[in-house]
């Protein structure tokens, strides 16, 4: 299949599952329906992820002119509780000891949202949606928001 070919299958199997934009602080309280999600302190060893993230947000948005900010960003760590509703999720990661815990980290200033689970990660992103501005143009990011459909479906 061709990139236009894909692209067009996309549209057409994926379109209707496209969800408008929403806030990460909306995404967090949705899925603290779903899942036990509480604020939390990271260790020592979960502080390395969080540097990691702030350094590729600064680095994604430092020379975006809306960004100028970056030095008040506000990181706000989360942990997934494992409980019946998270097992999918730490069985996907692989995740037997009580010392490893699944994090989603949040930047309501940067509307940004990650987790150390890709897995949940991708369906924060796709319950997060997309501005429709990148649906009506069908930006790259349009097509990058139909493929996370795609690979979900290659990973059940």
Do not use: W
Not at 27 to 52: N, Y
Not at 91 to 117: F, K, P, Y
């Amino acid at each position: 299949m061709d990139h236009d070919e894909y692209k067009a299958y996309l549209k057409q199997q994926y379109s209707h599952k496209i969800r408008p934009l929403q806030s990460v602080n909306d995404v967090i309280s949705g899925f603290q329906k779903k899942l036990v999600i509480a604020e939390t302190e990271l260790s020592e060893s979960e502080v390395i992820f969080l540097k990691i993230t702030i350094n590729n947000y600064i680095n994604a948005h430092k020379n975006d002119p809306i960004k100028s900010n970056l030095d008040n960003l506000n990181f706000i760590s989360y942990e997934v509780v494992r409980n019946e509703k998270s097992d999918h999720y730490y069985n996907h990661m692989g995740i037997t000891s009580d010392n490893e815990r699944i994090l989603v980290i949040i930047e309501s200033q940067l509307d940004a949202i990650t987790s150390n689970c890709e897995e949940l990660k991708v369906d924060m992103i796709i319950e997060r949606g997309i501005d429709t501005s990148h649906v009506n143009q069908e930006t790259p990011e349009f097509f990058a928001y139909l493929m996370l459909f795609d690979s979900h479906n290659e990973n059940p």
